[in-house]
């Protein structure tokens, strides 16, 4: 079974910056695709982003243009780097990778 463990969450005022780590275990993580959810309070959890084994990568429509992911097969980690962020942007955010969840991470943005 795959562990994914999220860190980097916090508190930011809105226009503010973030990078989430999902560090994951196992052996096949260089041909892993690796997603972000997220949920926010009274909502439903949704797509954010997602980067395939091959590094191509997807994005909601909400958070295109602000938001990159990437990975680093070395250390088996996924980053989400989060730029002009938004108070609609407060949520728990969750690595994934197949069926697999993180515990999640919180982001609260507010002034």
């Known amino acids: 079974q795959v562990q994914l463990v999220e860190s980097g969450g916090g508190l930011v005022q809105p226009g503010g910056s973030l990078t989430l780590s999902c560090a994951a275990s196992?052996?096949?993580?260089?041909?892993?695709?690796i997603n972000w959810y997220r949920q926010a309070p009274g909502k439903e959890r949704e797509f954010v982003a997602r980067?395939?084994?091959?590094?191509?990568?997807y994005y909601a429509n909400s958070v295109k243009g602000r938001f990159t992911i990437s990975r680093d097969n070395v250390k088996n980690t996924v980053y989400l780097q989060m730029n002009s962020l938004k108070v609609e942007d407060t949520a728990i955010y969750y690595c994934?990778?197949?069926?697999?969840w993180g515990q999640g991470t919180q982001v609260t943005v507010s002034s």
């Open positions: 196992g052996r096949t993580f260089s041909m892993s695709t």
């Open positions: 994934v990778r197949d069926t697999d």
């Open positions: 980067i395939h084994w091959s590094s191509t990568t």
